[in-house]
């Protein structure tokens, strides 16, 4: 990731621009990954803004995204005088002619080759998708293609960046250089846990290790998460017990709560949870009539419960991206901890 960072860099500073889409589910490294983008870009001279971008509801308007970037760029170029103090969206000018006005304006005033802007978190635009078709329209007019030099750095989850595709078709081409992060394999993840205790002393047991990826499935924040907790439970420079491991278990839920969790979980409804009590028991991928046939077999705890709703209920918990498709129709919980998180809720 970071070497194919460096060749755009070298790409835009030769008139050839080629921006970039970061992909990953939440907790995966993309803001990190973004911080260290920003670090190489200044260390090589390049003018370089991080914005993270904040969550958007229905009431907020397209203008209200562009004004983000607007003030962003304002704040971060706080030098570039020409359009300071920024206008908020208003009257005649449309957003894509402010964004344009000042992408030219900021480049003329920083005269630098080229200017790095990345775009963290761009799903939380969603409600407001227009914005991420008005930087395409902006960055394809030939004004900036003539007389700019911007990389732009875009991240997103996967189902995010899905959505922005399916409404604004042309957005997917624009941003054709694709970085997706993935998950440790358990080689990775057992390599880092060896790395990082390496001469502290403490030592984890195999047994242990197996659980880590077997909860985790490798995922970044939660393996530092669940291993730093492990750690602090530590006996005589040794983890190896079901109680240390159930105590840390039962922190790191209580910590991606706090995190993401809990947002999650007040989004089902009481007709969902059935449904996401027997995919967590069954903890493998089903489809909707082995959810239905599972509801039926309990039928006296989940008595007078709709049946026929379940697919509407499925593919309600799929928009919410609690639950994921998975092949020839199955679906399955997003995350084995948030698997974990909902059945110690009920």
């Not at 922005?164 to 358990?186: A, C, E, M, W, Y």
């Not at 197996?210 to 730093?228: A, C, D, F, V, W």
Request: hydrophobic letters at 35%.
């Amino acid at each position: 990731e970071i070497a194919l960072f460096e060749e755009r860099l070298k790409s835009a500073k030769l008139d050839k621009i080629d921006h970039i889409i970061l992909l990953g589910e939440w907790g995966i490294g993309k803001t990190s990954l973004l911080k260290y983008f920003k670090k190489l870009s200044q260390q090589k001279g390049y003018p370089t803004m991080l914005c993270p971008i904040g969550r958007f509801t229905q009431r907020d308007r397209t203008a209200d995204g562009i004004n983000l970037l607007l003030e962003e760029l304002d704040r971060s170029f706080a030098f570039d005088k020409e359009n300071t103090p920024n206008k908020k969206v208003a009257g005649s000018k449309q957003p894509q002619t402010l964004l344009t006005n000042k992408l030219l304006s900021l480049y003329r005033a920083l005269g630098a080759n080229p200017v790095v802007i990345l775009l963290d978190d761009v799903q939380n635009f969603s409600k407001i998708s227009e914005v991420i078709d008005i930087i395409r329209l902006v960055l394809s007019r030939d004004e900036v293609i003539q007389n700019t030099k911007y990389l732009f750095v875009l991240s997103s989850t996967p189902e995010g960046w899905q959505s922005f595709i399916d409404r604004h078709n042309p957005v997917g081409r624009f941003f054709r250089t694709k970085l997706t992060l993935s998950k440790l394999t358990q080689k990775e993840l057992d390599a880092i846990i060896k790395k990082t205790l390496l001469n502290t002393g403490v030592q984890f047991s195999d047994e242990i290790v197996k659980n880590i990826y077997e909860y985790t499935k490798g995922h970044p924040y939660e393996l530092q998460l669940l291993s730093s907790n492990l750690y602090e439970a530590q006996i005589e420079q040794r983890v190896n017990t079901p109680a240390q491991w159930e105590k840390a278990l039962s922190d790191t839920l209580r910590d991606l709560g706090k995190d993401y969790f809990d947002s999650l979980y007040l989004q089902i409804t009481e007709r969902e949870k059935p449904i996401l009590e027997v995919m967590s028991e069954a903890n493998s991928p089903c489809d909707i009539k082995e959810i239905k046939d599972l509801i039926w077999s309990n039928i006296r705890r989940y008595k007078g419960y709709p049946l026929r709703d379940i697919g509407s209920f499925v593919y309600r918990l799929e928009d919410k991206a609690i639950v994921r498709k998975v092949s020839r129709g199955k679906y399955e919980i997003f995350d084995r901890m948030f698997s974990e998180y909902f059945i110690r809720q009920r």
